[in-house]
Structures are given as structure tokens and as C-alpha cells.
């Protein structure tokens, strides 16, 4: 267990090291960066990651998973009204519009390779928690009768997330962020259409 | 221009480039391999592709971006009713589930630098396309009065492609078909149902 100074010095090499990347890119990074920008020295960094550099990574890695469904609240969370909808999707748009087509989760991931299970797991759980945020979204519209209640409320979330990651993909390759939009345009219209149409597709 | 023998030469070149990076990646690829497992000299090699490796691996990424589309046809260039969308919908999931993590036009588009221009229009062209086809089925759909017309079918075929690409991208990072699979089921569940409700939502 850390102490709570021992806790806040961790977490400002983290975020230290995780500006450093934002604004310089990984390619260059090393350890020295990181200990200048947060006054820390080079065995309180190996106190705190015993694994070094690699270490370090993945606790920035954790903490840019934990930014991306931080820049989706509050909405993300309460998505209990077609205007949360709407000002959700509005987050979405304006944090990807921001970061452009430099995602820092990205590059980390790539960093620490992909296909490592550590990289594996922080992905699985991020996809987890934000395709529950917006399965208990999908089922309360349910229960209120503003979505369509034959949708398998976690699959719809599923099928929600795709399209936001697929923009973001496109985004990332193309600088255009078209794509994010109409994904969660279309996704949204025809989500919020679909209760209208229930008495004609069961009658 | 090339003769006729010239374009089955180069033709088979990439061929035989793309099949090494299927098989044995991207990373110790030498352009010696290439010359082996095609038979060609490197002074052949170098006539095809006067840039050498860089050139070679671009025409090769072409080659991989139209097998993207070509892997969908028939069914993509003929999406004209909602039997037809269904056997898309399945060549798709089976080509991805065929190709799992490992996505050899996005090695070949890591190699080249996402951002050069020369990717970067790879990339634009693809997506245009894809989205070129979806937007045909679509407006089709809704001439014969089976899709929403107020939709906008572009828009909604960039939306497709998102989810798509979505699906493709977390695919790629966890393994795991699910996401593509709820991603394409419940944006056509979700067209299907469209029209449906139109007279609801009109009146």
C-alpha cells in the first residue's frame, strides 16, 4: 500500500510522463524526460516502477483508458434522456475533434505491442466498462419505452461502441472527423426512431 | 506502359510480397525474399518498382486495400435487397474471422507511416469505395421504398462503414468477432426497421 504522499508522487509521474507524450510523442521518450518534468529522481521512478520504462507505460496506458470515459462524463453515466444522448454524443465529438489524429492510447498500445496480455487486458476492460455505461443507457430508454425493448440492450451498446471506435479509426487515418459523426448521428436516429415503429412491425 | 508479360511480371511481384507479409510479417521482410519466392532478379525487381522496398510495399498495400473490396463481392456491388445486404453482412464476418489479428493492409500502412500523403490517399480511396458501394445499396433501398427516405444515404453509408471499422478494430485488438458481428446485425436490424415507423414519425 502506498501513503497518500506516496500515492500523489506516483500519480505525478504518471500524468508528468503522460503530457510528455501528448506534447513530444514516445519515439524519443526516456526516463530522464520524465524525471526532470516531475522533479522526481531516478530511484524514486524505480521505486514506484520496479519494471522501469515498460512499467511506466502501462500505468500511463491505464490512465489514458481511465481519460477516455472521464471526457464522456457526466453524460456517459446518465444517459437517462434523448438531450444526455445528445450532449454524450457531443462530448464524444468535441474529445476526438481535440485530440485529432494523435491518440495517445494509441500510440502506448502500440508501444507496449498490442497483442501483450497486459495491453490485452487494460483494452478488454475499457471496452467493458464503457459498453456497460452505455448498455444501462440503452436499457433504461427501455424501461421508459423511448427504445425499441426487443434490442438486446448489450449487443445495441456493442454495436453503439463499434461505430465510435470505427470513426475514430477513420478519423485517425483520414484528419476527418465525418465519419464519428455520422456514425453516432445515424446510430442515435435510428435508435430513437425505432420504438415509433413497433406497432407496425408487430401488427 | 507495361507489355502484357511486364504486367503479369509486376503483378506477380506484389503477389508474392503480399503472400510473404501474410505469412512471415512485415518486420525481417527483405526484398531477397521477395526475389526468391518469385523468381525475379533484383534488377527486375527495381524496373517494376524504381523506389525499391518503399514502392514495392505501396503497390503491395493497393493490392491489400482491393482485396478489401473484392473479398465482398459479389454481394457489395449488388446490395439491392435485404437478402443480398444478409450474404454481405456473412462475407464480411468471414473475412475477418478468416484474417483475426492480424490485418495485413494495417501492417503494410504502419510500415509506410500512416500519415504519409502516399497512405493517406490509400486510405481515402479505400474508404470512398466502401462507402461509394454502401451508399448505391442504400439509395436503392430506398427507391424501392425499403429504407427510410429521409435518410441521408451517404451519410448513413459512412455510418455503416464506421461501425464496420469499428467492429474490424476491436476485432483486432481483443480477438474477438462479437463487436463486428453486433455492429453490422444491428445497423440493418435498425435500417430494416426504418421505414416502419415512418408514418409514426410523420404524423
Known amino acids: 500500500m ?23 510523442g514516445i519515439a524519443a521518450l526516456t ?10 529522481s531516478k530511484s524514486q521512478i524505480f521505486h514506484y516502477f520496479p519494471g522501469g520504462k515498460e512499467d511506466l507505460l502501462l500505468a500511463v496506458a491505464a490512465r489514458e483508458a481511465d481519460r477516455v470515459i472521464e471526457d464522456q462524463q457526466p ?3 446518465d444517459l437517462t434522456t434523448w438531450q444526455a444522448w445528445q450532449d454524450w454524443r457531443n462530448a464524444v465529438v468535441r474529445r476526438y475533434e481535440q485530440q ?19 495491453a490485452q487486458a487494460l ?3 475499457l471496452i467493458e466498462q464503457w459498453q456497460a455505461a452505455l448498455r444501462a443507457g440503452i436499457a ?3 424501461a421508459t419505452g423511448e427504445v ?6 448489450d449487443r445495441t451498446a456493442a454495436a453503439l461502441l463499434a461505430a465510435v471506435q470505427g470513426g ?32 407496425n412491425v408487430i401488427g
Request: glycine share 10%; aromatic share 0%.
Open 123 to 125: 483494452t478488454a476492460r
Open 148 to 153: 425499441d425493448r426487443r434490442l438486446d440492450a
Open 168 to 199: 475514430v479509426t477513420i478519423l485517425m487515418s483520414t484528419g476527418r472527423i465525418t465519419h464519428l459523426e455520422a456514425a453516432l448521428d445515424t446510430s442515435l436516429a435510428l435508435l430513437r426512431q425505432s420504438v415509433d415503429g413497433e406497432p
Open 75 to 77: 453524460h456517459l453515466g
Open 100 to 118: 485529432g489524429v494523435h491518440c495517445p492510447l494509441g500510440v502506448l498500445m502500440t508501444e507496449l505491442g498490442r497483442s501483450t496480455p497486459a
Open 140 to 142: 433504461g430508454m427501455q
Open 31 to 40: 526516463l530522464d524526460d520524465i524525471r526532470a518534468r516531475t522533479s522526481t
Open 2 to 24: 502506498l501513503t497518500a504522499k506516496g500515492a500523489a508522487t506516483r500519480r505525478r509521474i504518471i500524468e508528468g510522463a503522460a503530457a510528455e507524450i501528448r506534447e513530444n
